[in-house]
């Protein structure tokens, strides 16, 4: 299962952009869809999931700014971020974990990443 992000880029503070990440493959199911980012010299960390129920979750720092969404059917999960800081400024990796058919009747888990997209948040 691949996964293709893309939406980055060169924003000032308060503007908005909105990432997209797509997923191809022979995916049977998918459990949960997340975005996860790195900024420079710190450890990766959890933005926001949206398991298959619907629900969502975010980090503290991004409630209220940020809003993740999936469509199913594209197979694809969007992170809407508004009011944007100097300090979301990182590299952002989708992540989705599900099940892929490696044959009519096997099916493995996957847990796949994009390759990332840069947010810059600057003046």
């Known amino acids: 299962v691949q996964l293709q992000a893309s939406g980055g880029g060169l924003v000032q503070p308060g503007g908005s952009l909105k990432l997209s990440c797509k997923a191809s493959g022979n995916i049977f199911n998918i459990y949960v869809m997340s975005w996860f980012r790195q900024a420079p010299g710190k450890q990766r960390e959890s933005v926001a999931s949206i398991p298959n129920d619907g629900s969502t979750n975010y980090a503290d720092s991004v409630k209220g700014r940020f809003t993740i969404s999936r469509d199913s059917a594209k197979r694809t999960v969007y992170l809407q971020m508004n009011n944007l800081k100097p300090e979301d400024t990182a590299v952002y990796y989708c992540?989705?974990?599900?099940?892929?058919?490696?044959?009519?009747?096997?099916?493995?888990?996957?847990?796949?990443w994009g390759q990332g997209t840069l947010v810059t948040v600057s003046s």
């Open positions: 992540n989705i974990i599900g099940r892929e058919m490696i044959s009519e009747r096997r099916r493995e888990s996957f847990n796949s």
